[in-house]
């Protein structure tokens, strides 16, 4: 996946900036539906670009790995926090913490794990405010992570299908992103041996996963 996405960038720029040159060279001399066309073009290459970084981002959750070692269960999630502060102004979200455990993890990829979870948390979410709930507890020589929401929520029958790499429940217009968040977290929470899952809820979603405690 790495080697296949990083060779298809350079091409795909290609079409990218020429179709966008075209649409500036013939901008006036093209009627609407010639202008239409260009746009098409433009906005399926530019996608295209989306789908290829995050593919990349996908692989790099194997490549770029760390070794796991003991670590502040706390310190991955304020990082997370600290990287989503703009989505929590702009959506006037309010993100609740409790006690969280020392873990043995790599922190760089517990970060994206909480962000990705706290930052669908927020944005599939149409209440005010959006409010997301991170807690954690011991269980057995694990800790279980509970990111909870008050959002749209998730019908139970897609609870396997949404870990699927570019599988999303919502058309491209109200909720933006590709669907590759939780293909990431599900491969970066099965690389530390834990699991990740979805809990039925009557309203809102509850995602937990487990990280092994601190022995
Ligand atoms: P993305 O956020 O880029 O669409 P994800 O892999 O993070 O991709 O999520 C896949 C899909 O699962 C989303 O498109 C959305 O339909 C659904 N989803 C994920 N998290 C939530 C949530 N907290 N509440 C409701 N739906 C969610």
Redesign the pocket.
């Known amino acids: 996946a790495y080697v296949a996405s990083h060779d298809l960038q350079e091409p795909l720029r290609m079409v990218a900036s020429f179709t966008q040159l075209l649409e500036r060279k013939l901008g006036d001399k093209l009627d609407d539906q010639g202008k239409q066309y260009v746009q098409f073009a433009v906005d399926g290459a530019t996608r295209m670009q989306q789908l290829i970084n995050d593919l990349l981002t996908y692989s790099r959750a194997e490549t770029q790995a760390r070794d796991l070692t003991v670590i502040d269960g706390r310190v991955p999630v304020e990082l997370a926090l600290k990287n989503l502060a703009i989505l929590v102004q702009e959506k006037g979200a309010e993100v609740e913490v409790g006690e969280i455990p020392s873990v043995v993890a790599d922190q760089g990829q517990l970060t994206q794990v909480f962000q990705?979870?706290i930052?669908?948390?927020i944005?599939?979410?149409r209440s005010a405010p959006p409010r997301v709930t991170v807690s954690a507890r011991r269980k057995g020589g694990f800790v279980e992570f509970c990111i909870e929401?008050n959002?749209?929520?998730?019908d139970p029958q897609?609870a396997d299908r949404?870990?699927v790499i570019f599988?999303?429940?919502?058309s491209r217009g109200e909720?933006?992103?590709?669907?590759?968040?939780?293909?990431v977290c599900k491969k970066i929470v099965e690389r530390h041996g834990g699991k990740i899952w979805l809990e039925p809820q009557d309203s809102?979603?509850r995602?937990l996963f487990t990280i092994k405690g601190k022995p």
């Open positions: 990705n979870l930052a669908n948390g944005k599939f979410n929401d959002g749209i929520g998730i897609f949404i870990f599988q999303r429940l919502n909720f933006g992103g590709t669907g590759i968040g939780l293909a809102g979603s995602f």
